[in-house]
């Protein structure tokens, strides 16, 4: 339906008004929400992180993708929640103790809600209990932990640990990212997976969460 | 000792004063601070370019005027002449004299913005490296132009949000601020964006080891030919690999 082509078409090119009206005029058809979401959305945002991943789009152009994305999700939200309809997922996400860079973790924010996931993003400079009371009270499986600067990855371990003092480690999946993060490293403080993309974090969680 | 020291250029003033001080030989390179706007790895190939540029047999060690620095030291590799490198997570810990210091104090004000003589004569209009389609630090106007009103709003609220959680200038006075033109410009930095402003003592002893060759294994990490220096992520901060 040309609606829905539309809808793709605006949400990789960022054009967030464009987005908006089709999702309208989609809805106004008739096009149930899931489809609109599992159909469209989440494959124009994996056509943005697959850009992204070979240096077609930068940061930017991913931000403005979000943005049409999240207008599209404003209008289709409230509907889902009425069909009682569960998102792939539910993941904590914020960036760890001491660090105020929120840049990429925005932008794995929007791609995981992109991805069909519900997400419940804690901000910035978040202390280590407070990922694990909000992953405990809102029953979310995965964790998303995001540092950009080295001094700060220390709170990442220091976070892994909060939950397993909690008796909940086994509870949720722990996914690590950032700027200056490996594998090895995600590996040596007890993540539970590691990607060096917002594109690759959306893949990364939809294991986690089937495994 | 004939050394050869290869630093970043925010450190001009300070590895200067180090270097005339120091009991050996010491030949200076100085890099841009641009590299670092690369991201690791391409800082660590333009690093490990003028390590390979350094010829043989002439100087005792190669000194790095740098910290791991967003993992932009991560991966270098001691050719023919060993390397030296501070054990410290970027400049600011080198400026403050110790990695314990600047952990501390970074506990203390995880909003802090740091200015030193470096970051202000040779930190702006440095971007010249940075592949310019990654947009950071670009003003508004060039982010409408390029996206348009509403978009390049949008982008510039959006990348730049993370500093409104900001609240504190942090200049680190080493006593090379000749004039008093450094502090007040840093100040006036600090006013404009309404942030308190604080003048941090720094303390150039662990740079002047740096190019005195006191390099003790808590403070330095020395890679010998043939090993690389890599990211340790504990508290050592790096470490040499064979």
């Keep these: ?160 640990d909060a939950f397993q003092a909690a008796g909940l480690r086994e509870k949720v999946k722990i996914m690590v990212g950032g700027a200056p993060l490996t594998r090895q490293y995600a590996d040596a403080i007890g993540a539970d997976g590691y990607t060096d993309s917002a594109g690759g974090a959306v893949a990364l969680a939809r294991r986690l969460v089937a495994a | 000792m004939r050394l050869k020291l290869i630093s970043c250029e925010v450190l001009f003033r300070e590895m200067c004063d180090a270097c005339a001080h120091s009991p050996h030989q010491v030949d200076l390179e100085f890099l841009p601070k641009g590299l670092h706007d690369l991201g690791g790895k391409p800082m660590a190939a333009k690093i490990q370019e003028a390590v390979d540029r350094t010829p043989e047999g002439v100087y ?40 314990e210091r600047y952990q501390a104090y970074f506990e203390q004000n995880p909003g802090a913005y740091y200015r030193s003589t470096g970051w202000l004569e040779r930190g702006k209009g440095l971007q010249q490296l940075t592949h310019d389609t990654i947009g950071f630090d670009q003003p508004l106007e060039s982010m409408i132009r390029k996206y348009g009103e509403d978009n390049g709003r949008y982008l510039y609220e959006e990348m730049t949000r993370y500093r409104s959680q900001y609240g504190k200038l942090t200049f680190i006075e080493t006593g090379l601020e000749a004039g008093g033109g450094f502090i007040a410009e840093a100040a006036a930095e600090a006013r404009e964006c309404g942030w308190i402003f604080e003048r941090l003592p720094g303390d150039l002893a662990w740079l002047r080891r740096l190019v005195d060759g006191d390099w003790a294994e808590s403070e330095f990490v020395v890679a010998g030919p043939g090993q690389r220096i890599a990211a340790s992520y504990d508290s050592g901060v790096v470490k040499v690999e064979a």
């Design chain 2, 60 to 99: 005792e060690a190669i000194l790095l005027g740098y910290g791991l620095c967003g993992n932009g030291l991560d991966g270098l590799t001691a050719r023919h002449t060993r390397l030296v490198l501070p054990r410290a997570h970027d400049c600011i810990a080198l400026l403050m004299g110790s990695r």
């Design chain 1, 1 to 160: 339906m040309p609606e829905l082509d539309k809808l793709h078409e605006a949400v990789i090119e960022g054009d967030w008004k464009a987005a908006s009206a089709a999702t309208q005029a989609a809805i106004a058809a008739g096009v149930a929400p899931l489809t609109i979401v599992g159909g469209y959305l989440v494959p124009a945002m994996d056509e943005v992180g697959r850009r992204f991943d070979c240096e077609e789009y930068y940061v930017p152009e991913m931000l403005l993708s979000a943005r049409a994305m999240k207008a599209a999700m404003e209008i289709v939200r409230p509907l889902l929640a009425a069909t009682g309809a569960e998102p792939v997922g539910r993941v904590v996400i914020g960036t760890v103790k001491g660090d105020l860079h929120d840049i990429g973790k925005n932008l794995v924010a929007s791609m995981l809600e992109g991805g069909g996931f519900e997400v419940i993003d804690l901000g910035a400079d978040v202390a280590p209990e407070r990922f694990v009371e909000a992953a405990a009270a809102r029953h979310a499986g995965l964790v998303a932990l995001s540092a950009l600067l080295t001094v700060t990855m220390g709170s990442m371990k220091t976070t892994i």
